[in-house]
């Protein structure tokens, strides 16, 4: 059974930075691609970034691009995000996912999600 884990959101300063983790079990991690979502009250669950299997060709929201980095650690099974120049609009819960799918990946090409994370971003 697939089980990620997400940690390190929290309340932060706009301008701040914070950095996630997801934990992933269960899975041959190397054949997935990793994916950082993110959903605001009352909005749509967005693509933050993905990376896949093996963390070449990385993909940004344009919301995010210059300040959010996300990378992988396939010995020990992770994925990070680090969020740096934190605006309020960034607040929001943030989810962690996995796809088998190689190439261009949509939200619904992930079928292993997180419990996600909240991250706050007060002005």
């Known amino acids: 059974q697939v089980q990620l884990v997400e940690s390190g959101g929290g309340l932060v300063q706009a301008g701040g930075s914070l950095r996630l983790s997801c934990a992933a079990s269960g899975l041959t991690f190397n054949n997935y691609a990793m994916g950082w979502f993110r959903q605001a009250p009352g909005k749509e669950r967005e693509l933050v970034a993905d990376i896949p299997k093996l963390g070449v060709t990385k993909n940004y929201a344009d919301s995010v691009k210059g300040r959010f980095t996300i990378s992988r650690d396939n010995a020990k099974n992770m994925v990070y995000l680090q969020m740096n120049s934190l605006k309020p609009e960034d607040t929001a819960v943030y989810y962690c996912?996995?796809?088998?799918?190689?190439?261009?990946?949509?939200?619904?090409?992930?079928?292993?999600w997180g419990q996600g994370t909240q991250v706050t971003v007060s002005s």
């Open positions: 996912a996995a796809s088998l799918k190689l190439g261009r990946r949509s939200l619904y090409d992930y079928d292993s």
